[in-house]
Structures are given as structure tokens and as C-alpha cells.
């Protein structure tokens, strides 16, 4: 019987994500597993700890990654910290905006929001005005807006926070090892994250961070997290103190791939990693404009590890896609939302942005439009 697994072919991911995993991951991967509850496990799961810290910028103590992939990230992040009738602020520029408004209103909060055009960012004194007129519980906001390839001014909506009671909430799931985020410096009271954009590890676990402002709003819940497995207030015993509390089965094999993940950014060291982003993606756009395209971003809000191409007119945007991934062997993705069919999406995620990656793909791209 054909075994499907060995026809699987090597694909360049270019794309929003997943990006290319190092082989050093996929080896972590492949080890033995071990017990959820052995101290040689316990052992690997605070040095992940203590790296996403390393990464965040921060000292926050709950700081771990969450069983799945970074949707329940998002997930853990909102329904530890809404109840119902609560009153929040989404700042919508893209579809993963929207996400957060969505599960949101599935809790029951009173949600307002602040919506951007696509491929523009959240501009900070329109948010600083709806600040004034009305208090919110959480503001929430995307970081890298992985739909359109814009930048959020993260920092600068949390310097209106400052010495506020608001908790605010950063979507990192593209941003988190692609560039820089000083969770504590910046205020950010909770965050969320993915393994599989610029940590370049295989979709299945999601980094969270919560502030000592974020854990205390989670102590004094009126009542339950209506999500067990999600549950911080429980989750939290398996991953601090001396003897560990078990909640579910960890995915234990994720955990390794995550941790040779992060040791690999330590090795190489995270401004290095950030200047290597920034490096192929301004080879990228040159490369992309010396072929008569254009970019969907103005160069001040452009994500270096996701980059929005407009689509030339009378260019069929699935076939080139379909020639890329069919003759090239290389993905990239398309729009979203309002943008589909008007924008290619290309990613440079970590280990996928090399600058051969992005010769490769002009080559490709030059043969199939010309």
C-alpha cells in the first residue's frame, strides 16, 4: 500500500504562513516522548519560558505557549479576560481584526471598534479621542496585520494607555520573531502569538503573555472561564512551582520543535534575526518593482516578513500563483477580504527569509509574467 507520507514534496513557503521549517526543528520534532509530568520535560518547558520572555521583552511570569495553534491564542487571551457586558475596543485594519471582534461579541462584551482602510494603519489619535469619550475594560489591537502587510503603531497606543486601568491586548502571531516587541516598555498587558510565521516551527502551539494587570483581572472573574480547556487560572499550576499540577496532555514533540525554534533566534540573536527580515524584504520590493510591480503598503507601515504585491491589470493572480507553486515549487498567498484578487501576499518568516528565497522567487515571478 502507497504510504502518502512519502510523495510529500519540499515546497519553498512564501506565503502568509507556515514558513520553512529548519531541519534542526523537524529533528527536534522527531525525538522521544516523554511523560507530560517528567522533570526532563519540566526541565525543557521553563527554558521555553524563560526564551518567549527573552523575546517579549518582558518579565511577566505567565508566560507560556498554549496547546494549539495561535487562534487559541487568541481564544485563551479573550475568554480569560471578558466577561459578559464588558466593554471593549477592537482596532479593525484586516481580517484578523475582525477575528478578535467576532469572538469578542461571542462572549457577550459590549464591543465597539475603530475601523482603518485595508493596507493603512490604526492612526493612534483616533483611538486616543475614542479613549477620552468612553472607558474600556481591554483595547485589542493586531500588531502585524497578516491580511494586508501593515504595521500597527503598537507602542504608540499603549503610551495612551499608560497608568490606565484599560488591559491592552496584542495580537503578535506574525510579529514575534520577526520584529521587535518590548512587551512592558510598550504596556502590554496580554499576548498571543503562533509558532509557525517567524518562529518558523510547525503550526500547533501559541506563546502568551499576561501582565500582572491581565493575571489580576483573571483572579477576579465574577465567574468561570466559561472555557475549560483554556482555562489559565488551571493551565498556570502545570507550568509553575515545584511540583506541577496536571491540567491536559501537553503536546509534548510540539514543545521541542518550539524549543530548538527559540534556540536557534538565541543563537543567531533577535536583532540579528529582525535585520535579516528587514534586509530580504527591501531585496524583495526592489526586485518586485524592478519588474514593474507595486507594493499594496506605504514604505513607513510596510511588515518586513509580510509583503502585499498589487496585482497587475489583466493578470490572472490564481494562475501565476498556480504556476509558481506547480512549476517553481513555491507558495505564496492571496487576498483577503476586499483584497482578494487584487493583492499577492508574500512572507519572509523566519527561516524562510533568506535572501536566495527571494531571488528564487523574482526569477519565477520574472519568467511566468514575461
Not at 17 to 44: E, M, N, Q, W
Not at 174 to 199: N, P, V
Request: net charge negative.
Amino acid at each position: 500500500m502507497d504510504n502518502l507520507l512519502d510523495n510529500i514534496e519540499e515546497i519553498l513557503l512564501m506565503g502568509p504562513g507556515p514558513s520553512c521549517v529548519h531541519d534542526t526543528v523537524y529533528d527536534a520534532l522527531s525525538r522521544k516522548t516523554l511523560g507530560h509530568l517528567d522533570p526532563y520535560f519540566i526541565r525543557i518547558m521553563d527554558a521555553i519560558k524563560q526564551d518567549l520572555r527573552t523575546l517579549l521583552n518582558t518579565e511577566n511570569t505567565l508566560t507560556i505557549p498554549m496547546s494549539g495553534t495561535g487562534s487559541s491564542g487568541m481564544e485563551a487571551c479573550f475568554v480569560n479576560l471578558i466577561e459578559k457586558d464588558d466593554p471593549v475596543l477592537i482596532l479593525i485594519n484586516g481580517v484578523f481584526g475582525m477575528r478578535m471582534q467576532d469572538v469578542a461579541q461571542r462572549l457577550g462584551a459590549r464591543v465597539d471598534t475603530l475601523e482603518f482602510e485595508w493596507g493603512t494603519p490604526v492612526i493612534a489619535s483616533q483611538v486616543q479621542a475614542k479613549l477620552v469619550a468612553t472607558s474600556y475594560k481591554i483595547v485589542a489591537v493586531v500588531h502585524a496585520e497578516t491580511s494586508t502587510g501593515v504595521k500597527n503603531p503598537v507602542q504608540e497606543i499603549g503610551a495612551l494607555l499608560k497608568d490606565s486601568e484599560t488591559i491592552y491586548l496584542v495580537d503578535a502571531v506574525t510579529s514575534l520573531g520577526g520584529i521587535e516587541i518590548a512587551m512592558d516598555a510598550w504596556g502590554i498587558d496580554a499576548l498571543y502569538s503562533g509558532t509557525q510565521k517567524c518562529l518558523s516551527c510547525p503550526p500547533g502551539l501559541a506563546p502568551l503573555s499576561f501582565s500582572e494587570k491581565a493575571v489580576a483581572a483573571l483572579e477576579s472573574r465574577r465567574n468561570k472561564v466559561p472555557s475549560w480547556y483554556l482555562d489559565l487560572s488551571m493551565i498556570i499550576k502545570y507550568w509553575k512551582g515545584a511540583t506541577r499540577a496536571y491540567h491536559h496532555t501537553a503536546p509534548l514533540n510540539m514543545h521541542y520543535g518550539l524549543y530548538q525554534a527559540l534556540q536557534l533566534i538565541m543563537e543567531e540573536g533577535p536583532d540579528n534575526v529582525y535585520r535579516r527580515h528587514r534586509a530580504c524584504h527591501e531585496e524583495l520590493v526592489q526586485g518586485l518593482e524592478s519588474l514593474g510591480l507595486s507594493m499594496l503598503v506605504a514604505p513607513g507601515d510596510r511588515l518586513p516578513m509580510l509583503n502585499s504585491v498589487r496585482i497587475p491589470e489583466g493578470v490572472d493572480e490564481a494562475a501565476v500563483r498556480s504556476a509558481l507553486l506547480n512549476e517553481y515549487k513555491i507558495e505564496i498567498g492571496a487576498g483577503l477580504g476586499p483584497l482578494a484578487g487584487k493583492i499577492w501576499r508574500i512572507g519572509l518568516m523566519g527561516h524562510t527569509a533568506r535572501p536566495e528565497n527571494v531571488s528564487r522567487l523574482i526569477t519565477a515571478l520574472k519568467a511566468i509574467l514575461f
